[in-house]
């Protein structure tokens, strides 16, 4: 299993962010995807997830109406786009597939003017 992240950096408050990851050795098409987040110190939060089809999609609450998660089932591929970015969403990212232990190395976000 590999997932690899991509599309953090360094954005202003307000500004916007598209992270993308690329899933291999697994069935991706029928995987239920997550991403989550962590800060130093404290555990990693889960964020968003998707369906395998992407018909359904949940959020944590501190990201609802700003985020959203979508996927590539041809391409391998699940992305989040971040919206009217905050500074506590200043995290690593980190994409998931439910029920599996793998995580990718992650990617930084870091929201500040």
């Known amino acids: 299993v590999r997932l690899v992240e991509s599309g953090g950096g360094l954005v202003q408050p307000g500004g916007s962010l598209r992270l993308s990851c690329a899933a291999s050795g697994f069935t991706f098409s029928e995987a239920v995807m997550t991403w989550f987040r962590q800060t130093p110190g404290a555990g990693r939060e889960l964020v968003a997830s998707?369906?395998?089809?992407?018909?359904?999609?949940d959020y944590a609450d501190s990201v609802k109406g700003r985020f959203t998660i979508s996927r590539e089932n041809v391409k391998n591929t699940v992305y989040l786009q971040m919206n009217n970015l905050k500074p506590e969403d200043t995290a690593v990212y980190y994409c998931?597939?439910?029920?599996?232990?793998?995580w990718g190395p992650g990617t930084q976000v870091t929201v500040s003017s």
């Open positions: 998931k597939a439910l029920g599996q232990t793998y």
């Open positions: 998707i369906t395998s089809g992407g018909g359904r999609t």
